[in-house]
């Protein structure tokens, strides 16, 4: 821990110095890199303008809008079924849980809440959906810091992943599943022995990851101290997720909210981490892939028999109303703002995605840091590029 | 077989040692991008590589090299053009080059330098300037970052790597590497000479010096910051396509295999086996027959050490420059400047 | 401290990889040699029962992408019991599902009151031009044959009629 | 937790209007506050009450859409769009409302804020200097509604061109997409050539 504070220390004088360079009257020609929109490292199209003296970054801004779809807009002509169709491809890697929300909104416009049986299933595909999208993060974090290993790992498990859902859902990515007041369909039988041998092999996925990265001296190197986010900057900045935890706020949203979903009916862990750097960005994600993995097996144990659709009508009106409901999605903070005019379609949803937020911080954290280390700590925030331009 | 070369005429011998080095780079790197490239590294990643050309997949690299070859020459509008098309050739001359001085068995040699460590390590830097002028010369910013990255890095380690190489000089007393075989397999450790006297053993921390200085010469992972896909796109190849990036591209393995080949001979006892177990004393009563064995006891050696390499490649992620550097100059070069003393304290003691 | 140094343990996981690889086979299948059967209700592709379409108009106008096309006339059928009167019954003319639009959302196979649609876990229908991906009725009949029975149940599930 | 008493004893006479609903332990606060005050009292809440965390910053376009989901029958009659403005909860009196919400995160209490943004001026004060994260969703909300923020330091485009005209969420801003194409789902059966009237033949 002494270490640390040297380290960042470290960061901190360097970005000192970065900004004394712009100033003085003697400055060398820096050169501006185009990071971006296509490069291995932007997950999809996300530009990133760096002004560069040597390999240190003086001045560096994310420029999105490469991807913008304008769902906003698009939820606005859609009814209520279709938009659910659309939001799950927000975040394409996690994409049960994007329904979540929405459905949770427009429930609570309702008055109705889905029954015990359809909570349960929804927290267990959610919890799902997360192990599908941080694992295939924790891959990519190999392939960021040029391990090549991790990544096939990771496809390799997260398939097993996929399948489950597809199994249940039907859809591998967008399983459109959730239905106001309930879900779509029970489980296939089959399916709870399947999910149990799959979270074991999860498990075993972690220990790889961490034997192969988060062990490794080389790591550590390349991200303790690299990208130090601290506690009240997090905060102003919305930070969610693991982005807000590894800065030491002990806050997730699937316990310290009371939504109708199973999180409160089972025991399990909230990681924190107090450094604030890449690594406990990094390492508290490995966590919760691994608590995700007993919360799924939890849930299972304790999986209610019954119905999994309330009474709603065929066709669905929402009421009149404004409804706010944000999950911990596996990017962090996702909420849907639903302002219904009693009509068919929602009148206005503002989509509060995760990776806008995180990635925001961009220009604010990449000053002062090395080439290299735009690619850590663009790796260690982890957006998904639907997820900022939606 | 001595007698047998030297009764054809000069120019024949010639031809015979350039198709000879021709060979000697290209069926190491063939191998080697198959057998570690496309085979090793998909099965440490629970896969199987190309399968469908050529049985398990083995034509695959004639497949590549017939799709690279029909591949348009492109160059970039802002390039020097000249010294953009010259880099990859450079880098690959440096490799040939390299091969001249191995040998590969009692007589099967290209040249017997007596200079021959001195000629290998200088010759070795020669790949940095096709390197550098590649990431000049293709006017983008990546490139030149990574060609930028590539001499720093190539010149920290070459550095510890001769470094490294001094204490064997020390312990065989020659720098003729022929003559560091032979004074290998011919040696004994206190007068047990079953295993002869590898050096491996007695300059181990030479070893694992030369062998991290190979790795970062070769910008293999964790030294591939010149390349770095994730930041640099592919750093100086970046704007490489076609048949030169071929070029680069089997420049890297066979570097990667002559590399191998030098440090077996250095620390490994290269091209022969122990002399005490057929009753050998010294080089010139060594059967004929070891000049056919004599490259596949090379090639097997050498294959264990690509291993090691690729093996490191395929497991670590990448350090940063700056971290990069610091490990050079910090760690292997004091360390390689204490193993030099250590062994000339213990020449002289002994 | 003694705990193996992270750098071996890294070489140590690749190289048991590696081994397992040899011994028990990749986890990877060689596609067009061998395939993957998809789960029961995976959505790959709808398949029309052309008999049950009464050309209601409702699949495609709650489809979100507008990819659904319906075209249809009217016609006398032959009465159900002996004596009756002829029916007035809708008659497809056109149903096109065009698969470049079609998110796979599934909306229209639940609204379809007559079970007219159904999904097919089928995928291999990729063409090199995307004005082929406009599958007409007869296209989508083929598919009928591929369809699954529904899978059975997880235990503690309300039995409910079919679908 | 900061109840609404408390919200509004603290914020003073900066507050226009509020609403609460939700059940015992997971209440939901909304409050309209004055739109000079918007900027202080975002400075009020983190200082005071504690609500330091910023989640997210977007407008309302009230009027009702001219336009519709473009999912009519062109040969049915069209039902006239009322076009008179309902404000949500809160209540309001402009068209263009901007909101926020900012959450408390020791006691995960959060609270919706909403301001009027008058119809001429279409200005409100920036947050950027209370909370760094603003600056993105306040360039957002400025290329989609035409909204501009008062000491924002750099209100550019961040998703479309630079020379892109009008503003795509403000409700008279129409989605192409759906206007272009006509709708698949107006009813194509043609009837019987004998002339066979009955609706709903269809079985």
């Given at each position: 821990m002494?270490?640390?504070?040297?380290?960042?220390?470290?960061?901190?004088?360097?970005s000192?110095?970065?900004?004394?360079r712009?100033?003085?009257?003697l400055?060398?020609?820096?050169?501006?890199l185009?990071i971006?929109?296509?490069?291995?490292?932007?997950?999809?199209?996300?530009r990133?303008?760096?002004?560069?003296?040597?390999?240190?970054?003086?001045?560096?801004e994310?420029?999105?809008?490469?991807?913008?779809?304008?769902?906003?807009?698009?939820?606005?002509?859609?009814?209520?079924?279709?938009?659910?169709?659309?939001?799950?491809?927000?975040?394409?890697?996690?994409?049960?849980?994007?329904?979540?929300?929405?459905?949770?909104?427009?429930?609570?416009?309702?008055?109705?809440?889905?029954?015990p049986?359809a909570?349960?299933?929804?927290?267990?595909?959610?919890?799902?959906?997360?192990?599908?999208?941080?694992?295939?993060?924790?891959?990519d974090?190999?392939?960021q810091?040029?391990?090549?290993?991790?990544?096939?790992?990771?496809?390799r498990?997260r398939?097993?992943?996929?399948?489950?859902?597809?199994?249940?859902?039907?859809g591998?990515f967008?399983?459109?599943?959730?239905?106001?007041?309930?879900?779509?369909?029970?489980?296939?039988?089959?399916?709870?022995?399947?999910?149990?041998?799959?979270?074991?092999?999860?498990r075993?996925?972690?220990?790889?990851?961490?034997?192969?990265?988060?062990?490794?001296?080389?790591?550590?190197?390349r991200?303790?101290?690299i990208?130090?986010?601290?506690?009240?900057?997090?905060?102003?900045?919305?930070?969610?997720?693991?982005?807000?935890?590894?800065?030491?706020?002990?806050?997730?949203?699937?316990?310290d909210?009371?939504?109708p979903?199973?999180?409160?009916?089972?025991?399990?862990?909230?990681?924190?981490?107090?450094?604030g750097?890449?690594?406990?960005?990094?390492?508290?994600?490995?966590?919760?892939?691994r608590?995700?993995t007993?919360?799924?097996?939890?849930l299972?144990d304790?999986?209610p028999?019954?119905?999994?659709?309330a009474?709603v009508?065929?066709?669905?009106?929402v009421?009149e109303?404004?409804?706010?409901?944000?999950t911990?999605?596996?990017?962090?903070?996702?909420?849907?703002?639903?302002?219904?005019?009693?009509?068919?379609?929602?009148?206005?949803v503002?989509?509060?995605?995760?990776?806008?937020?995180?990635?925001?911080?961009?220009?604010?954290?990449?000053?002062?840091v090395?080439?290299?280390?735009?690619?850590?700590?663009?790796a260690?925030?982890?957006?998904i590029?639907?997820?900022?331009?939606? | 077989?001595?007698?047998?070369?030297?009764?054809?005429?000069?120019?024949?011998?010639?031809?015979?040692?350039v198709l000879?080095?021709?060979?000697?780079?290209?069926?190491?790197?063939?191998?080697?991008v198959?057998?570690?490239?496309?085979?090793?590294?998909?099965?440490?990643?629970?896969?199987?590589?190309?399968?469908?050309?050529?049985?398990?997949?083995?034509?695959?690299?004639?497949?590549?090299?017939?799709?690279w070859?029909?591949?348009?020459?492109?160059?970039?509008?802002?390039?020097?053009?000249?010294i953009?098309?010259?880099?990859?050739?450079?880098?690959?001359?440096?490799t040939?080059?390299?091969?001249?001085?191995?040998p590969?068995?009692?007589?099967?040699?290209?040249?017997?330098?007596?200079?021959?460590v001195?000629?290998?390590?200088?010759?070795?830097?020669?790949?940095?300037?096709?390197i550098?002028?590649?990431?000049?010369?293709?006017?983008?910013?990546?490139?030149?970052?990574?060609?930028?990255r590539?001499?720093?890095?190539?010149?920290?380690?070459?550095?510890?790597?001769?470094?490294?190489?001094?204490?064997?000089?020390?312990?065989?007393g020659?720098?003729?590497?022929?003559?560091?075989?032979?004074?290998?397999?011919?040696?004994?450790?206190?007068?047990w000479?079953?295993?002869g006297?590898?050096y491996?053993?007695t300059?181990?921390?030479?070893?694992?010096?030369?062998?991290?200085?190979?790795?970062?010469?070769?910008?293999?992972?964790?030294?591939d910051?010149?390349?770095?896909?994730?930041?640099?796109?592919?750093?100086?190849m970046?704007?490489?396509?076609?048949?030169?990036?071929?070029i680069?591209?089997?420049?890297?393995?066979?570097?990667?295999?002559?590399?191998a080949?030098?440090?077996?001979?250095?620390?490994?006892?290269?091209?022969?086996?122990?002399?005490?177990?057929?009753?050998?004393?010294?080089?010139?009563?060594?059967?004929?027959?070891?000049?056919?064995?004599?490259?596949?006891?090379?090639?097997?050696?050498?294959?264990?050490?690509?291993?090691?390499?690729?093996?490191?490649?395929?497991s670590?992620?990448?350090?940063?420059?700056?971290?990069?550097?610091?490990?050079?100059?910090?760690?292997?070069?004091?360390?390689s400047?204490?193993n030099?003393?250590?062994?000339?304290v213990?020449?002289?003691?002994? | 401290?003694?705990?193996?140094?992270?750098l071996?343990?890294?070489?140590?996981?690749?190289?048991?990889t590696?081994?397992?690889?040899?011994?028990?086979?990749?986890n990877?299948?060689?596609?067009?040699?061998?395939?993957?059967?998809?789960?029961?209700?995976?959505?790959?592709?709808?398949?029309?029962?052309?008999?049950n379409c009464?050309?209601?108009m409702?699949?495609?106008?709650?489809?979100?992408?507008?990819?659904?096309?319906?075209?249809?006339?009217?016609?006398?059928?032959?009465?159900?019991?002996?004596?009756?009167?002829?029916?007035?019954?809708?008659?497809?003319?056109?149903?096109?599902?065009?698969?470049?639009?079609?998110?796979?959302?599934g909306?229209?196979?639940?609204?379809?009151?007559?079970d007219?649609l159904?999904?097919?876990?089928e995928?291999?229908?990729?063409?090199?031009?995307?004005?082929?991906?406009?599958?007409?009725?007869?296209?989508?009949?083929?598919?009928?044959?591929t369809?699954?029975?529904?899978?059975?149940?997880?235990?503690?599930?309300?039995?409910?009629?079919k679908? | 937790?900061?109840?609404?008493?408390?919200?509004?004893?603290?914020?003073?006479?900066?507050?226009?209007?509020?609403?609460?609903?939700?059940?015992?332990?997971?209440?939901?606060?909304?409050?309209?506050?004055?739109?000079?005050?918007?900027r202080?009292?975002a400075?009020?809440?983190?200082?005071?009450?504690?609500?330091?965390?910023?989640?997210?910053l977007?407008?309302?376009?009230?009027?009702?859409?001219?336009?519709?989901?473009?999912?009519?029958?062109p040969?049915?009659?069209?039902?006239?769009?009322?076009?008179?403005?309902?404000?949500?909860?809160?209540?309001?009196?402009?068209?263009?409302?901007?909101?926020?919400?900012?959450?408390?995160?020791?006691?995960?209490?959060?609270?919706?804020?909403?301001?009027?943004?008058?119809?001429d001026?279409m200005?409100?004060?920036?947050?950027?200097?209370?909370?760094a994260?603003?600056?993105?969703?306040?360039r957002?909300?400025?290329?989609?509604?035409?909204?501009?923020?008062?000491?924002?330091?750099?209100?550019?485009?961040?998703?479309?061109?630079?020379?892109?005209?009008?503003?795509?969420?403000?409700?008279?801003?129409?989605l192409?997409?759906?206007?272009?194409?006509?709708?698949?789902?107006?009813?194509?059966?043609e009837p019987l050539?004998?002339?066979g009237?009955?609706e709903?033949?269809?079985?």
């Open positions: 002494t270490m640390l504070g040297d380290r960042q220390q470290l960061a901190y004088i360097a000192q110095a970065a900004d004394a712009v100033n003085v009257e400055e060398t020609e820096g050169m501006t185009n971006g929109p296509q490069h291995p490292a932007t997950h999809g199209t996300l990133i303008i760096a002004r560069l003296d040597g390999e240190q970054v003086l001045w560096a994310p420029s999105c809008g490469y991807m913008h779809r304008g769902y906003e807009k698009l939820t606005e002509v859609r009814t209520f079924p279709q938009v659910t169709a659309l939001i799950n491809r927000i975040d394409w890697l996690g994409s049960f849980a994007n329904e979540v929300p929405f459905i949770l909104a427009a429930e609570q416009l309702m008055g109705i809440e889905a029954p049986r909570q349960w299933i929804r927290t267990i595909l959610f919890e799902l959906s997360r192990i599908a999208n941080v694992s295939l993060f924790l891959g974090l190999g392939v810091l040029g391990a090549i290993t991790p990544v096939f790992f990771a496809f498990d398939e097993y992943v996929l399948n489950l859902i597809e199994g249940a859902t039907g591998r967008h399983p459109n599943f959730d239905r106001i007041g309930g879900l779509k369909d029970d489980l296939p039988a089959g399916w709870i022995d399947e999910t149990r041998a799959v979270m074991r092999k999860m075993k996925f972690c220990d790889e990851i961490e034997g192969l990265l988060f062990g490794n001296e080389i790591f550590e190197a991200t303790r101290g990208g130090v986010i601290p506690r009240d900057v997090a905060l102003q900045y919305g930070l969610s997720g693991a982005n807000l935890r590894g800065s030491g706020v002990d806050w997730d949203l699937r316990r909210q009371k939504l979903m199973a999180w409160d009916k089972i025991d399990w862990k909230v990681w924190t981490h107090p450094d750097d890449s690594y406990a960005r990094c390492w508290i994600r490995l966590q919760e892939v608590e995700s007993f919360i799924v097996e939890k299972l304790s999986l028999s019954g119905p999994v659709m009474k009508p065929r066709i669905i009106k009421p109303g404004e409804a706010w409901v944000a911990e999605n596996p990017l962090g903070e996702m909420g849907y703002y639903v302002v219904s005019k009693g009509e068919l379609g929602p009148f206005r503002k989509i509060r995605s995760a990776s806008f937020n995180n990635i925001s911080i961009v220009p604010w954290l990449l000053k002062g090395y080439v290299p280390d735009i690619i850590t700590i663009l260690s925030l982890y957006f590029l639907g997820d900022i331009d939606r | 077989m001595l007698g047998l070369i030297a009764s054809i005429p000069y120019w024949a011998q010639s031809l015979l040692r000879g080095g021709i060979v000697a780079v290209l069926l190491p790197a063939g191998t080697i198959y057998v570690f490239l496309f085979k090793m590294m998909s099965f440490m990643q629970s896969r199987l590589g190309p399968m469908e050309a050529g049985p398990f997949g083995s034509l695959q690299l004639f497949a590549e090299v017939g799709k070859l029909q591949k348009e020459d492109l160059y970039p509008e802002r390039a020097d053009r000249f953009f098309k010259i880099a990859p050739l450079i880098v690959l001359s440096s040939f080059l390299l091969v001249a001085v191995v590969f068995g009692p007589d099967a040699w290209f040249t017997n330098f007596e200079a021959g001195f000629y290998a390590l200088a010759v070795s830097s020669v790949s940095v300037l096709g550098l002028i590649a990431g000049w010369a293709s006017a983008n910013k990546y490139s030149l970052l990574g060609g930028l590539a001499a720093g890095q190539l010149i920290a380690y070459e550095l510890p790597m001769v470094l490294a190489v001094i204490g064997v000089v020390i312990q065989a020659t720098m003729n590497l022929q003559q560091i075989v032979v004074a290998q397999n011919a040696g004994s450790i206190f007068g000479d079953g295993l006297n590898p491996i053993l300059q181990f921390v030479g070893f694992v010096i030369f062998m991290i200085a190979v790795q970062a010469e070769l910008t293999q992972t964790p030294f910051m010149p390349i770095a896909e994730s930041e640099l796109v592919s750093g100086y970046t704007e490489y396509s076609g048949f030169r990036f071929l680069f591209f089997i420049g890297e393995f066979a570097t990667a295999g002559v590399f080949l030098i440090a077996s001979i250095l620390f490994l006892g290269g091209w022969g086996v122990p002399f005490a177990w057929f009753g050998w004393t010294s080089i010139d009563s060594i059967d004929n027959w070891m000049n056919v064995v004599g490259p596949l006891i090379m090639f097997t050696k050498m294959m264990l050490l690509v291993f090691i390499i690729m093996w490191v490649r395929f670590y992620p990448r350090f940063r420059e700056d971290q990069l550097q610091r490990f050079a100059w910090k760690v292997l070069i004091p360390l400047l204490v030099i003393m250590a062994t000339s213990l020449k002289v003691a002994f | 401290m003694a705990k193996i140094p992270g071996l343990k890294g070489l140590g996981v690749t190289l048991g590696m081994v397992e690889t040899v011994t028990k086979g990749a990877t299948v060689q596609y067009p040699h061998e395939k993957e059967t998809p789960p029961i209700r995976a959505r790959g592709v709808i398949a029309l029962h052309e008999g009464t050309s209601c409702l699949c495609a106008r709650s489809c979100p992408d507008w990819c659904i096309y319906i075209e249809g006339h009217k016609e006398l059928a032959p009465p159900r019991r002996a004596g009756g009167k002829p029916r007035q019954v809708n008659k497809l003319d056109r149903f096109d599902i065009d698969y470049a639009l079609c998110m796979y959302c909306i229209c196979v639940e609204v379809c009151p007559f007219a159904f999904w097919s876990p995928y291999e229908y990729s063409e090199p031009r995307i004005a082929d991906l406009l599958h007409d009725k007869a296209k989508l009949g083929e598919w009928m044959e369809v699954p029975e529904a899978p059975d149940l997880e235990a503690g599930a309300e039995k409910k009629g679908k | 937790m900061s109840s609404l008493a408390e919200i509004t004893a603290v914020l003073g006479d900066a507050v226009e209007e509020s609403f609460e609903k939700g059940p015992e332990g997971n209440v939901d606060t909304w409050v309209r506050v004055k739109t000079s005050a918007w202080e009292v400075e009020t809440l983190r200082e005071k009450l504690g609500y330091d965390y910023f989640c997210f977007s407008a309302i376009d009230w009027m009702p859409s001219p336009y519709g989901r473009g999912e009519e029958d040969t049915a009659e069209r039902e006239p769009i009322d076009p008179t403005i309902r404000q949500g909860y809160a209540g309001g009196s402009t068209r263009m409302q901007v909101f926020a919400r900012l959450v408390n995160h020791r006691t995960h209490h959060g609270l919706t804020l909403k301001a009027d943004v008058p119809d001026a200005t409100i004060d920036s947050w950027v200097g209370v909370f994260g603003a600056n993105w969703h306040e957002e909300t400025h290329e989609m509604f035409g909204i501009n923020f008062a000491g924002h330091p750099d209100l550019r485009n961040m998703y479309l061109p630079t020379d892109f005209e009008g503003h795509p969420l403000r409700k008279d801003f129409p192409l997409a759906r206007i272009v194409k006509p709708w698949p789902g107006i009813v194509d059966v050539p004998g002339g009237d009955d709903g033949g269809a079985e």
